[in-house]
């Protein structure tokens, strides 16, 4: 079994060394609980609501700067990915790291833009990076990311075990009783993909924007199995990663080998009809 | 307002004369009680747990026989989406029919078997239908094609405002107070694509093997709306199928436009990784 930790953080736009501080103490506290893995949320050293895109460029950070050697450094056996407002010759993007204790193996560049981000980043143009780790295969993307799923599927037919989701869920309506459109949909992937998913969201408010504390993480089967719940918190999981590489469902169901790429052709935007 | 009704039906394998006089009348009840669109289970004529493929040839329909006329005749103002077994000239086709008094409007072949369907059926070769009526564009798929997201994407993208999807869901285990999986996959799908979604499914048990009795309608914004609940019987929703149209979700967010289809390529099975 795999100690999942998705660590639900509450960072203060702005305050990159305090964020760093708490984000790193954040992985030294999953490392010592026996995680394998720790997912934090996404751009978890700068903080979201920015308000020029100079603001977010102030917080930006190089990959192979001192601030993501201290992830590093704290990651003892595990793998970690955290989110972080990245600095770039061509730009800066809303990025994610994943990293070990040899240092940064893969950075991802979210590619789905949510609203007012595409005022301040620019957008990646490269898939999901799916990086062998010790406990299996981790795929890597950002927020609304998820709610793409083609971004997701290829994820899968990459070969992923789990996929990592550094989130910013902004609050929004959510009928009582009911669980955020995000996890539902957080569910649904994993089980029409049989792939675990783990999203690290974030708590409290910021310059007026609550969030939904919605960090879960979802078995291979679509259960959910973990939540963080309100205010700043882990959610814990043992999962056996490798429950994702047999994609039968029944005698002569397979997820994957059920597809029909033949038919579903390249999904163009041209095809949409207004 | 539109209003729908999903039919939860118990039909029995091989009474086709039974079967169709119970589908009928459902259709007869759902019109007088204002259903605009109708939407019955997947092969509601024949039952589901065949032993050979001859039972399931024995039962089929040609679409351009007396059996569908019937459902026509049944329509008044309503459009009606039913399962059926289709006898063609090339095999047997796990098939939905679209109709209304002018008769059959589409025929969609499940493209998606489940599991022992593939020793009864040919597999379907062609997009789901998405047909414009008086309420609004109707896309039409069956049950295991909901759960592939190129599939409903697909119909999203042709335009379509709601996915009627006859279904056959056997009872699978499902933790103490969650939903099916499937209607987890609809909700979530619905919220991806600001689709609404009507699911019929079956009640009762079959030759051993039990329905979940899932029959489901979620509007556009994710939202599960109604459901027929155990045994035989109706959900019934009104929804403004138009909702769908626009795709919005925040000021600079648009589900379908927000999509990146040159990163996505054709999705291909080579690209599986084992």
Chains 1, 2 share one sequence.
């Not at 927020?143 to 869920?169: H, K, M, Q, S, Y």
């Not at 957080?186 to 969030?211: L, P, Q, S, Y």
């Not at 814990?236 to 169901?253: H, I, N, P, Y």
Request: with cysteine; net charge negative; aromatic share 6%.
């Amino acid at each position: 079994m795999t100690r999942i930790a998705a660590v639900q953080l509450a960072p203060v736009v702005g305050d990159l060394a305090g964020n760093l501080d708490r984000a790193v103490a954040a992985v030294e506290q999953s490392v010592a609980g026996g995680a394998a893995v720790v997912v934090l949320p996404e751009l978890a050293t700068s903080g979201y609501v920015f308000e020029t895109p100079e603001e977010a460029r102030v917080l930006a950070l190089r990959p192979d700067g001192p601030a993501l050697a201290r992830f590093a450094a704290a990651a003892g056996g595990a793998t970690v990915v955290v989110g972080f407002a990245e600095l770039a010759d061509d730009g800066v993007y809303n990025s994610a790291a994943l990293l070990d204790a040899s240092g940064v193996r893969a950075v991802y560049r979210k590619v789905h833009l949510w609203d007012r981000e595409k005022h301040f980043f620019a957008p990646g143009n490269a898939r999901p990076p799916v990086v062998e780790t010790p406990v299996g295969r981790i795929g890597v993307l950002i927020c609304f990311d998820l709610e793409f799923p083609e971004w997701t599927r290829i994820a899968a037919l990459a070969g992923a075990d789990l996929l990592a989701v550094p989130t910013n869920w902004p609050l929004g309506p959510t009928p009582e009783g009911e669980r955020p459109a995000e996890v539902q949909i957080a569910i649904a992937t994993a089980r029409m993909n049989k792939i675990a998913i783990a999203c690290a969201d974030r708590a409290g408010r910021e310059r007026g924007v609550d969030w939904t504390a919605g960090t879960s993480v979802v078995d291979a089967f679509g259960a959910l199995v973990a939540q963080a719940g309100p205010g700043t918190g882990t959610a814990w999981a043992d999962l056996d990663l490798l429950d994702s590489r047999d994609k039968r469902q029944a005698e002569l169901v397979d997820l994957l080998a059920d597809r029909r790429p033949d038919l579903y052709g390249p999904l163009t935007a041209a095809a949409v009809r207004r």
